[in-house]
């Protein structure tokens, strides 16, 4: 991932529900800080998810993958830095950075399908396709 | 609530995702919690709420009460305690007492309404009414 | 509460991972909110709970009530309204109240106790005891 | 992982609170379950993780993967089955697969850091890497 323009930054702030007893933010807490880096990034594009899924169409994640560099802590100002970095008709793949000032946090990916509410795999809609492949070039 | 045989006793193991900062278990988790009490008291009666979700009904919650009593701790094995202290054709509540060993840890309610999947207000199922209403006397 | 000027507005995004499979925000994640109101008010008071932390006291929960009046749904963008009911020595309350534009979702209040690290009740600093007295006024 | 005797097999619940409103386990709560299965594995070696911080250390998730084959539901009791690939003085490795029944929801690993308190990287105590090593051999 390359910082350029394409990356959409959102801040998040720790609260004591995403941390645990070792004092630092909670490993599976990371996935939903992930979660508004993407939505933020889409909300950004006009392709909200929110809409994807009122036209009867999900994204549900089928990898994650998170590489914990520096531990967080409660009342952190969080940098979430997102981007699309890979588009398929049928799928796509968002990285993310998580930044306190200018420490790397944590770095990782989710990969997601594209399906209808039964479940069967499907193509993106057209608008979707071309927003999300617009991001990557 | 009296500690008679209409309660029902569960018991789970605290995770390290339950607890904050703190070193103890999160206010908010203890929610989670109840939902298992109550979850296993409903199954205990043969009147799950999975099934009861797929004939068609809801019991969202529509109130809330803890009284933290003591804090719990990542590894604790808490006991659970869950009866149905009050149950009408529209709703019910659930009392919860959570301990470690012979400690409370946490008191608490929640009250539910039922509800078909539109959000309309409806009557339980008469095998459910009965049952859980059995349970009262 | 009436809504006068010591009340603190905040806004916050309903992710996924705050819903359930009711289609709803789950009932426990309401508290993280509260939370999050809260926190939000005590630094605009340049009271930070972090602050606090650090010179050694700690607020933890101990009661909880959450009235749940409509459904939040995702990516919603409620807006988190709290104000200090009480304050003495050694413990305060928060009132907080959910919406989505005008909208009632949910109200309800935590009660905290002051203590040390060894869980000794204690007095509030004083700063943060006036701070906090002044905004009950 | 072939899946032989040094494999530890836990069950769990699924709740209302680890699913999300596309209706299935939201893809952050597996690092919960991963932690569960992990937690228990220790656990049953009377190696805890509980004792191993008492003793003054820790061991942070420094990576996580997760790949996810089928959804799991509310109410789902799914089958845990860790099993450790990869013990060195100061990191293990936990591989974790998830079924409902003969079913693979997820599988996917974390991998841990021995650290003290203050954050510096330190060996695990001698009895936790006999202990650990055996199981990997």
Same mark, same amino acid.
Do not use: W
């Given at each position: 991932m390359s910082l350029n323009q394409q990356v959409h930054t959102a801040t998040i702030r720790v609260l004591y529900g995403d941390t645990d007893a070792g004092g630092i933010v909670y490993n599976g807490t990371?996935?939903? *800080? *992930?979660? *508004?880096?993407?939505?933020e990034?889409?909300?950004?594009?006009?392709?909200?998810?929110?809409?994807l899924e009122q036209l009867g169409f999900l994204l549900p994640v089928i990898e994650s993958y998170v590489r914990y560099k520096s531990p967080a802590y409660y009342d952190d100002l969080l940098i979430i830095k997102t981007c699309l970095s890979e588009v398929t008709r049928k799928s796509c793949r968002f990285h993310c950075h998580i930044y306190r000032d200018e420490t790397l946090i944590a770095k990782g990916f989710t990969k997601h399908a594209?399906?209808?509410?039964?479940?069967?795999?499907?193509?993106?809609?057209d608008d979707y396709l071309s927003g999300m492949q617009a991001l990557t070039e």
């Amino acid at each position: 991932m390359s910082l350029n323009q394409q990356v959409h930054t959102a801040t998040i702030r720790v609260l004591y529900g995403d941390t645990d007893a070792g004092g630092i933010v909670y490993n599976g807490t990371y996935l939903r *800080f *992930f979660e *508004f880096g993407r939505g933020e990034l889409m909300r950004s594009l006009d392709l909200s998810y929110k809409n994807l899924e009122q036209l009867g169409f999900l994204l549900p994640v089928i990898e994650s993958y998170v590489r914990y560099k520096s531990p967080a802590y409660y009342d952190d100002l969080l940098i979430i830095k997102t981007c699309l970095s890979e588009v398929t008709r049928k799928s796509c793949r968002f990285h993310c950075h998580i930044y306190r000032d200018e420490t790397l946090i944590a770095k990782g990916f989710t990969k997601h399908a594209c399906i209808i509410r039964s479940g069967s795999l499907t193509n993106l809609p057209d608008d979707y396709l071309s927003g999300m492949q617009a991001l990557t070039e």
